[in-house]
């Protein structure tokens, strides 16, 4: 295995999925730190397809055999929800770093799991929160930060779209499906840091035929003094926003997750509004997946440190944990 400090980083992608044909193989095959090795799938033939179209050298009718692979020493997992965590432990004991699609997982223990394999190991594991690597992400954050809108009294998030539902494996409850799981958790990521960790949360699950959420509502006592709300939805019409009110003005994001898969709908933009004053704050056009890559294959040469580690997966996990909770009493208040 090649792993001087000078040398890309190779990846294996253990899934051949949507999401990693749309974003993580061109980031990759983009990057300056890191270059895709193979490919595996449970469906050689799938897997196959998958490296012909991507240019991928290699490509496995198994996940063992990727991991096997010398040449692969950092994996991304975008397998179904319920089995990021098998998965991931699984790499981290043949040696492998990881990049784990989010959530990582809706048990907290499992989190801890992971990574105290990953320490004992000495393998690096991520969450794949691509959004959090955008320079306007950082922006936003650190506006709130600054204190440029004020004391935060209220911050609030809307993610939803109308998904292909036919066969689509967000609606199997044994694999963890739900809009909590695949949407809400980045609402969660984001509130979490506008308007601090919640001391206690409160959700309300519209379930489909098959026993999974189609649409979410929680709200989030903060311990910093501020409250929170998000809801989301697999069957509505799409949005993707995040609103700040605080005690001198308000900010609000437009399309802060998703910005590179839907160019044709509202363009993005991150606005302060104080008083009857309003200013539009200047956009970073570069792809998130890319620099979430070179993030992590920086790290693992030792450049730099993962951008997201065992604290934030930890703490998104006892959130989701909670609101799972709560959703299954009808709203009852639940502490992280």
Do not use: W
């Given at each position: 295995m090649t792993n001087s400090s000078s040398a890309k980083v190779g990846w294996g992608?253990?899934?051949?999925?949507?999401?990693?044909g749309r974003a993580l193989a061109p980031a990759i095959a983009g990057s300056g730190?890191?270059?895709?090795?193979?490919?595996?799938?449970?469906?050689?033939?799938?897997?196959?397809?998958?490296?012909?179209?991507?240019?991928?050298?290699?490509?496995?009718?198994?996940?063992?055999?990727?991991?096997?692979?010398?040449?692969?020493?950092?994996?991304?997992?975008?397998?179904?929800?319920?089995e990021h965590v098998t998965w991931a432990i699984r790499a981290v004991e043949?040696?492998?770093?990881v990049l784990c699609e989010k959530p990582m997982h809706c048990d907290p223990a499992e989190v801890v799991r992971l990574y105290d394999t990953a320490d004992r190991a000495g393998r690096l594991?991520?969450?794949?929160?691509?959004?959090?690597?955008?320079p306007d992400t950082q922006t936003l954050f650190r506006c709130v930060a600054n204190g440029d809108i004020g004391e935060i009294y209220h911050a609030?998030?809307?993610?939803?779209?109308?998904?292909?539902?036919?066969?689509?494996?967000?609606?199997?409850?044994?694999?963890?499906?739900?809009?909590?799981?695949?949407?809400?958790?980045?609402?969660?990521?984001?509130?979490?840091?506008?308007?601090?960790?919640?001391?206690?949360?409160?959700?309300?699950?519209?379930?489909?035929?098959?026993?999974?959420?189609?649409?979410?509502?929680?709200?989030?006592?903060?311990?910093?003094?501020?409250?929170?709300?998000?809801?989301c939805g697999m069957d509505l019409p799409g949005q993707s926003h995040l609103e700040v009110i605080g005690s001198k003005g308000v900010l609000r994001a437009e399309w802060p997750f998703f910005r590179p898969f839907f160019p044709h709908l509202d363009p993005p933009k991150i606005e302060i509004r104080t008083g009857l004053d309003s200013k539009l704050l200047p956009l970073t056009d570069?792809?998130?997946?890319?620099?979430?890559?070179?993030?992590?294959?920086?790290?693992?040469?030792g450049g730099e440190r993962p951008l997201l580690g065992r604290s934030d997966a930890h703490a998104q996990a006892r959130v989701i944990a909670a609101l799972r909770r709560s959703m299954a009493s009808r709203g009852e208040w639940v502490a992280p």
């Open positions: 992608l253990l899934g051949a999925s949507g999401i990693a730190h890191g270059r895709l090795v193979a490919v595996a799938s449970r469906d050689e033939a799938k897997a196959s397809a998958f490296a012909g179209k991507h240019g991928i050298a290699r490509s496995y009718g198994g996940y063992e055999a990727l991991l096997a692979d010398e040449e692969v020493e950092v994996v991304y997992i975008s397998l179904p929800n319920s043949a040696g492998k770093h594991v991520m969450e794949a929160f691509m959004y959090r690597h955008h609030s998030a809307a993610l939803s779209f109308s998904m292909p539902l036919a066969g689509n494996i967000r609606l199997d409850p044994a694999l963890h499906g739900g809009a909590l799981m695949d949407l809400g958790c980045y609402a969660i990521s984001a509130l979490r840091i506008l308007a601090g960790e919640p001391q206690r949360v409160s959700g309300f699950a519209q379930l489909g035929p098959t026993g999974v959420d189609m649409r979410t509502t929680a709200f989030m006592d903060c311990r910093q003094g501020a409250t929170a709300t998000f809801n570069v792809n998130p997946y890319l620099l979430q890559v070179d993030n992590l294959s920086r790290a693992i040469r």
